[in-house]
Nanobody, 126 residues
Framework: QVQLVESGGGLVQAGGSLRLSCAAS????????MGWFRQAPGKERDIVAT????????YYADSVKGRFTVSRDNAKNTVNLQMNGLKPEDTAVYYC???????????????????WGQGTQVTVSS
């Protein structure tokens, strides 16, 4: 069982930055790939970025490449999402999630994640 709690959301102007954090419970954190998803009103919950467990391999959705950076600290059971160059279209509820899958084709799918946080709102004003 893994419990996830996100923090760091808020309101920011276009071009600004935010850093989201996700704190995980459990002793096997490094076994899980950790993903960040987002869901805007009326839209599907889509992958933003993911980072594998022990080796920290990262994958990003095309829409955030070069702007967002995902990182993790297995000693502290945390995963972070640094978001720079924010755009109004980045406005959404952001969720962190945990998965035992390994490959990008699997990790980009919501169904591959067994555990989810409650979400944190990110609003980017124009």
């Amino acid at each position: 069982q893994v419990q996830l709690v996100e923090s760091g959301g808020g309101l920011v102007q276009a071009g600004g930055s935010l850093r989201l954090s996700c704190a995980a419970s459990g002793r096997t954190f490094s076994s899980y790939a950790m993903g960040w998803f987002r869901q805007a009103p009326g839209k599907e919950r889509d992958i933003v970025a993911t980072i594998t467990g022990n080796y920290g391999v990262t994958y990003y959705a095309d829409s955030v490449k070069g702007r967002f950076t995902v990182s993790r600290d297995n000693a502290k059971n945390t995963v972070n999402l640094q978001m720079n160059g924010l755009k109004p279209e980045d406005t959404a509820v952001y969720y962190c999630a945990a998965s035992l899958m390994r490959s990008w084709p699997q990790l980009r799918q919501r169904q591959s994640y067994a555990y989810w946080g409650q979400g944190t709102q990110v609003t980017v004003s124009s």
